[in-house]
């Protein structure tokens, strides 16, 4: 009913930037609260960071706060995740997210269904 599609990763020196992009179609935007994950290989998929529906609320894991910024253009269908700073931590499959699992973070009710993109690989050298 939702369909995601990340696009922007790629590779990157230590204390780049890179921004990520998450295309919504399928159903209203707005409806969703959404997020960013991401899965290091042999590790555990955590939560980066999320937005509420209108974008008046925003999340951000400790790991990324003064780094990462999170925003959606509602217009545009799509969210965003500008990355400054980056280090060699923060390589990793970046998932966008949409629906429970996004509202869950937020502390709003949940949804009925969590909606996943493919994922986009973000490699950060040292």
């Known amino acids: 009913q939702v369909q995601l599609v990340e696009s922007g990763g790629g590779l990157v020196q230590a204390g780049g930037s890179l921004r990520l992009s998450c295309a919504a179609s399928?159903?209203?935007?707005?409806?969703?609260?959404m997020g960013w994950w991401r899965q290091a290989p042999g590790k555990e998929r955590e939560i980066v960071a999320a937005?509420?529906?209108?974008?008046?609320?925003?999340y951000l894991a400790d790991s990324v706060k003064g780094r990462f910024t999170i925003s959606r253009d509602n217009a545009k269908n799509t969210m965003y995740l500008q990355m400054n700073s980056l280090k060699p931590e923060d390589t990793a499959v970046y998932y966008c997210?949409?629906?429970?699992?996004?509202?869950?973070?937020?502390?709003?009710?949940?949804?009925?269904?969590?909606?996943w993109g493919q994922g986009t690989q973000v490699t950060v050298s040292s």
């Open positions: 399928g159903r209203t935007f707005t409806n969703n609260h």
């Open positions: 937005i509420s529906r209108a974008g008046r609320s925003t």
């Open positions: 997210a949409a629906g429970s699992i996004a509202a869950q973070v937020m502390g709003f009710p949940l949804s009925d269904s969590t909606y």
